[in-house]
């Protein structure tokens, strides 16, 4: 369904840009506010299921490729990449005893959002004021390393969710402008993962993991402000 989804997209995007305007691309600079991640998603105890640690803060990069089909709405491709690393606690066993370890976590989403714009009545020639919407599909990958073992991502389920905001545009020329969003979403992807072995070493001591496979829900839930330059031809 998401793979259907996506094509569809993609081809409005293409029969859309085939009556365009103009075109731009947009680099730009993010910050997110909260997020959160739950890496217990898949055990049936409430409690211990929405488990969760904080993911506030977050600094990431996107590019956007756009193109303006009418003198008021303009369409784009947006893409962003995020990433994290933290280290964790973990139960594992070592010579017959529990001993706790630390466990390094590596995060990657790749947001990938199709957006439509509406350029308000009282932008000018100078400022463009703009509303926005749209939807975004986010595939993550998350790895987590406990001494010599390492773990890879095996699938996701990267979940299909609306995205709105506002923004405004300053053109410095009619080729270059000053760009600045904030955006309102929820980025959600379901992450399968597995270690690709139980028996390893830690700090120099033999130890062995409860069980390969583990799953990972990421959420970036919070407000997004980003500011960047637009190049216009």
């Known amino acids: 369904m998401h793979t259907l989804i996506i094509i569809l997209s993609f081809l409005l995007l293409n029969s859309a840009a085939a009556f365009a305007q103009q075109w731009s691309v947009v680099a730009e600079v993010n910050y997110i506010t909260r997020g959160k991640v739950y890496p217990y998603p898949a055990v049936k105890e409430f409690d211990i299921r929405n488990f969760s640690y904080a993911e506030d803060h977050h600094f990431s990069p996107s590019l956007t490729v756009r193109f ?24 594992v066993s070592s010579a017959g005893k529990t001993i706790l370890a630390d466990v390094e976590e590596s995060v990657v989403m790749l ?23 749209g939807i975004g599909f986010y595939p993550a990958t998350v790895t987590r390393s406990v001494g010599t073992i390492t773990s890879s991502p095996e699938s996701v389920n990267d979940f299909i969710n609306i995205l709105a905001g506002i923004g405004m545009e300053y053109y410095l020329t009619s080729q270059f402008s000053l760009t600045w969003k904030m955006m309102f979403r929820d980025a959600q992807s379901l992450v399968s993962s597995s270690f690709n072995t139980l028996d390893g070493t830690y700090n120099g001591v033999p130890v062995s993991l409860g069980k390969r496979d583990f799953d990972t829900r990421l959420q970036m839930y919070g407000t997004l402000f980003s500011a960047g330059v637009a190049w216009h031809w």
């Open 68 to 91: 303006r089909i009418t003198k008021s709405i303009s369409a784009s491709l947006r893409a962003e990449y995020l990433s994290d690393k933290n280290t964790r606690k973990i139960t």
């Open 111 to 133: 947001p990938l959002e199709l957006i439509m714009a509406y350029r308000l009545p009282f932008s000018s020639s100078d400022f463009d004021f703009l509303l926005f919407g």
